[in-house]
């Protein structure tokens, strides 16, 4: 069964501070997506990442796959509070299976 | 541009009660799913449908039936109401042809079982 595991769950930091998200699945796959989900709304697409060493920026909001590894990170630098929301990573093998989530609080 | 539609988007439902969510995406998507969402969990997967005709069943399939009639349409039905399907709920859809494409979502459905 497909596990996706992001962490931390949890993360707080200061404006300006640099910080990733790590992003683990359990099964070969070269498709992995992020979005961001701000509070009582629904979903947004950051990033598509279709194959090994796949690298998309956006931002201050930087995203790598390491298909190898089953490993995927979300960078952020010098975060700004805009950018508190909660981001989840998911991995498509037939079905679409989601990690739990890191909920990201930029604190001015 | 509707995208992926969910009704109704607030429902208070007693115990044994039965209802259904209902989503339509316009996109013509082949890949529809739904998800629950419950704090600190994340998004499970509930059902989902890779064409009309199919469905099969996610991480969490328990207490809710599906049905794809139709390529537009993904009902999601709770047969008898629980406290524990307390949730939000996420239809999504994508056009599923493995060349890796975006996941849309609805806006979400609020239910809560008392």
């Known amino acids: 069964e497909l596990k996706v595991e992001q962490n931390p769950l949890f993360l707080s930091m200061q404006e300006g501070k640099n910080y990733t998200i790590y992003c683990n699945y359990s099964?070969?796959?070269?498709?992995l997506y992020w979005y961001r989900q701000d509070p009582g709304k629904s979903l947004e697409s950051l990033f598509v990442l279709l194959s090994n060493g796949a690298v998309k920026q956006e931002g201050r909001l930087m995203a790598s796959l390491d298909t190898k590894a089953r490993l995927s990170t979300l960078h952020i630098t010098a975060a700004v509070h805009d950018l508190s929301a909660t981001y989840f990573c998911?991995?498509?093998?037939?079905?679409?299976?989601f990690g739990t989530g890191t909920r990201l609080k930029v604190l001015a | 541009n509707a995208g992926v539609t969910q009704t109704p988007k607030f429902q208070v439902l007693k115990t044994g009660q039965s209802m259904t969510l209902q989503c339509a995406q316009d996109?013509?998507?082949?890949?529809m799913s739904w998800y629950r969402q419950d704090p600190g969990m994340g998004l499970r997967l509930i059902h989902y449908s890779v064409g009309a005709g199919i469905t099969d069943q996610g991480e969490v399939p328990n207490g809710y039936n599906v049905s794809r009639s139709t390529t537009e349409d993904f009902p999601l039905r709770l047969l008898s109401a629980a406290p524990s399907q307390t949730s939000v709920y996420f239809c999504?859809?994508?056009?599923?042809?493995?060349?890796?494409?975006?996941?849309?979502f609805g806006e979400g459905s609020w239910l809560t079982v008392v």
């Open positions: 996109m013509n998507h082949e890949y």
């Open positions: 099964t070969t796959s070269d498709r």
């Open positions: 999504a859809s994508s056009a599923g042809d493995n060349s890796g494409n975006t996941i849309y």
């Open positions: 998911a991995v498509d093998s037939v079905k679409y299976i």
